[in-house]
């Protein structure tokens, strides 16, 4: 289910499937969400929600913001795009953490790109 979920959503997802704090599955849609540093096997990164906020098992957690560099990797030179975290612990360790993805407006970076661009030329003379 979390598979065809993180495939068909409207929005850019990924559903990591944890027990005892360390990654197990990853579900995305290759097309449209980056490349997941942590893999299988490896543990949940110390600075996301799931350490940081004690959960109930059953109750999932709110939209929580977190650092995009925990997670996935940003190019260099580029804004990161904001990243949110859902936790939804379950019994015997396991827990899903939805991470949703929300890209910067392609018009607002190339605005940026500009005036970096105009910054360079103006102080190099």
Avoid at 42 to 71: F, K, M, N
Avoid at 95 to 107: G, H
Avoid at 109 to 124: D, I, P, Q
Wanted: some cysteine; aromatic content about 12%; proline content about 9%.
């Amino acid at each position: 289910m979390a598979r065809a979920y993180a495939d068909y959503h409207p929005e850019t997802i990924a559903i990591v499937v944890c027990k005892d704090a360390r990654i197990l599955w990853l579900y995305k849609n290759p097309l449209r969400f980056p490349f997941v540093q942590p893999s299988y096997g490896q543990p949940v990164p110390r600075g996301s929600s799931y350490h940081r906020v004690e959960h109930a098992t059953g109750v999932t957690s709110g939209p929580d913001s977190c650092i995009p560099d925990l997670w996935i990797n940003v190019e260099r030179g580029r804004r990161a795009p904001a990243l949110f975290e859902q936790v939804y612990p379950q019994r015997d360790g396991y827990a899903l953490i939805l991470l949703k993805l929300e890209k910067p407006d392609e018009e607002e970076e190339e605005e940026e790109r500009a005036l970096e661009r105009s910054w360079r030329v103006g102080f190099g003379r």
